[in-house]
C-alpha cells in the first residue's frame, strides 16, 4: 500500500506494519499531501485484523521528520486562508493517530523538527534512537499554531516545556528528550530499527482486545487528545473477559507455554 506519490509506504512484518515516511528530496519533511493522505492511511491499516501494531519512522537512511514542508509556505500556505486549511490537515493527520484503535509506535532517528514533533507527539509510545534532534522552530518562520495542534505537544512534555520549545526555538538532543518525558527510551543508533522490529513484535503477540482496552484507559486517564469517554473505555475492558483471548490466556499460564491469542 503506497499514498502520496508512495512518499508513504507500509512495509509489514508478522503483525506489524511500519509507515515509512520517505520523502528523500525534502529531507523527509511532510508536504500537503502527504498530511492528507495519512488519515485515510491509518484507517485502512486499523481495519486490518492481521495488524496489531503500527510502526512510524523515517525510511531507511532518512530522518524521521524534518517538519512541514518549507517550501510550500510561499504556495499552500502563503495567506491566511490557506494556512487555516494546511494546519486543519495537520491536526487531522495528528487526530488520526491518536485515535487509531491500536497501538502506535513513533520511532525516531535524525531530525524530529516542527511537525514531526506533531506527528510523534499524536503516537502512544515514542522511542528515539541517539543522537536524533527535536525542535519546534515556528518562531523563526512566524508560523502560528491552533490550540488544536499544540495540544498534542503540550499533552506530551507539559506546558513549561512547551512554551521552552516554542519561545526558544531551540533544539533538544534524545537525552533531553527523554527527560522531558518526550520519549520513554532512548537506543543505540547502530541497530535501531532491528530494536524497534523487536519491541513492535513483542507487542504484537500480547492480547489485541487487551492493548486496546489499556491504550483507551491510559489515554482517558492521562486525559490525551482523542480520548475515549469512561461508558467506552469500561465497554472494552469488559470485552476482554467475555474473550477467547482471556481463555487462552489463563490455559497459557497454566499450561506454562506462549499464549497465542487471536483477538476474539
Known amino acids: ?20 515516511i520517505d520523502n528523500s528530496e525534502r529531507r523527509n519533511a511532510f508536504d500537503f499531501s502527504m498530511w492528507r493522505a495519512l488519515p485515510a492511511l491509518l484507517a485502512a491499516l486499523d481495519s486490518e485484523e492481521a495488524t496489531r501494531v503500527v510502526v512510524l519512522s523515517g525510511a531507511p537512511s532518512l530522518p524521521f521528520c524534518s517538519g512541514a514542508d518549507i517550501s510550500e509556505f510561499s504556495t499552500v500556505r502563503a495567506t491566511a486562508e490557506g494556512g487555516r486549511a494546511y494546519e486543519a490537515a495537520n491536526v487531522e493527520a495528528f487526530d488520526a493517530l491518536s485515535r487509531l484503535a491500536k497501538p502506535v509506535v513513533a520511532a525516531i532517528s535524525g531530525f524530529c523538527m516542527g511537525g514531526g514533533m506533531g506527528l510523534a507527539a499524536a503516537c502512544d ?4 534512537a541517539e543522537g536524533a534532534v527535536f525542535g519546534i522552530p515556528a518562531g523563526r518562520l512566524g508560523v502560528g499554531y491552533p490550540p488544536e495542534a499544540m495540544r ?40 535501531f530499527d532491528a530494536a524497534i522490529d523487536q519491541i513492535a513484535a513483542g507487542i504484537a503477540v500480547n492480547a489485541p482486545l487487551t492493548l486496546r482496552a489499556a491504550k483507551a484507559a491510559i489515554r482517558r486517564a492521562a486525559d490525551l487528545p482523542q480520548a475515549l469517554s469512561a461508558e467506552e473505555c469500561e465497554r472494552l475492558a469488559a470485552a476482554c473477559f467475555d474473550s477467547a483471548d482471556y481463555a487462552e490466556g489463563r490455559n497459557a499460564f497454566l499450561e506454562k507455554r506462549e499464549p497465542r491469542f487471536r483477538g476474539g
Open 1 to 20: 500500500m503506497t499514498d502520496a506519490g508512495s512518499k508513504l509506504r507500509i512495509a509489514r512484518e508478522g503483525g506489524v506494519a511500519r509507515i515509512l
Open 125 to 128: 509510545l515514542r522511542i528515539a
Open 152 to 191: 498534542y505537544v503540550v499533552a506530551a512534555v507539559g506546558a513549561q516545556t512547551a512554551m521552552d520549545l516554542f519561545f526558544t526555538a531551540r533544539r533538544i538532543d534524545a537525552e533531553e528528550a527523554r527527560a522531558a518525558g518526550f520519549v520513554s527510551r532512548v537506543l543505540p543508533k547502530q541497530g
